[in-house]
């Protein structure tokens, strides 16, 4: 008695260009991967395999809106302007209200 051949699984899942402008958008807006995976139809592993440069591009866009908004904000005046420029000074320059001063 002969087996029919078994095939591999399911198909390989091939992005369309439009399906990668909605990966990129999603991401950028802050989209978590499972919700990007349930809008697709795919599983993560085939998210991050077939669009990994889509999410690192959307993720980039995203961070740099608010990187812009944070430097906004910290433009103004008052208490929000102020919290705005130590969260800066802290995430990017390592600043610490507790390290010593710099000797003369």
């Not at 993720?59 to 944070?70: G, P």
């Amino acid at each position: 008695m002969e087996m029919a051949k078994k095939t591999p699984g399911r198909p390989p899942h091939i992005p369309s260009e439009t399906d990668r402008r909605l990966v990129e958008q999603l991401a950028s807006n802050g989209v978590r991967q499972s919700e990007i995976c349930y809008v697709l139809g795919i599983s993560q592993k085939t998210l991050r395999l077939r669009f990994r440069k889509e999410l690192n591009r959307g993720a980039a866009r995203l961070e740099a809106a608010l990187v812009m908004q944070l430097y906004a904000l910290a433009a103004g005046n008052g208490a929000i302007a102020l919290r705005a420029t130590i969260f800066i000074l802290k995430a990017r320059f390592g600043w610490s209200p507790y390290l010593p001063p710099p000797r003369s």
